[in-house]
């Protein structure tokens, strides 16, 4: 075998030192753009979760009144006036605010799903990370589906939305500490 000049050598190590610095550098700033996506990922998540929880409380309200007879369901001013409760959620999806809400909210939502894809390949150290983002990004996307389309009976309605604040406000206090 032949051996190796001093300039060859040289040369060698170089490439190798320049090489170890590309990967290491490129690994570091992977690692910092992934925990940037991390952060934005979920800070819309919560924005999402937060509408989610808005709009659904106010059917939860106008439901309630529905079935229950009570405040707007007897206010004759009210476009709940002595309506059924299918009726008055049906009324309260058309209401100007709730459709500007949902529709943020759906934007949102369309954001953060391009946002789950750039964290489909964690390095090992976050893969809990992206576990516990993936869990959060699929109740989010549940709740929302809630305020988009509420369905089952008012209490099974509130049962979930109360779960999927639980669940998420879990989630979002994990991720925030393996940051």
């Not at 959060?136 to 929302?144: D, G, I, V």
């Not at 639980?166 to 979002?172: A, F, H, R």
Request: aromatic fraction near 10%.
């Amino acid at each position: 075998m032949k051996k190796l000049t001093l300039i060859q050598k040289t040369v060698l190590i170089v490439v190798i030192v320049l090489f170890c610095g590309v990967y290491f550098g490129f690994t570091k700033y992977s690692e910092k753009n992934y925990a940037k996506n991390v952060k934005e990922a979920t800070t819309q998540m919560i924005v999402v979760s937060t509408v989610s929880q808005l709009v659904t409380d106010y059917y939860s309200n106008i439901w309630r009144n529905a079935i229950y007879k009570e405040k707007t369901w007897s206010d004759y001013t009210s476009p709940y006036y002595c309506k059924d409760f299918n009726r008055a959620l049906v009324i309260a999806k058309e209401d100007q605010s709730i459709v500007s809400f949902l529709k943020e909210m759906n934007n949102k939502v369309d954001t953060v799903e391009i946002l789950m894809k750039d964290l489909n390949n964690p390095s090992s150290k976050n893969i809990e990370l992206h576990t516990d983002m993936v869990d959060l990004y699929l109740s989010t996307k549940e709740f929302a589906k809630l305020a988009n389309n509420p369905e089952g009976s008012l209490q099974s309605f509130n049962q979930r939305t109360g779960d999927l604040t639980s669940k998420i406000s879990t989630l979002v206090e994990k991720i925030k500490l393996r940051q």
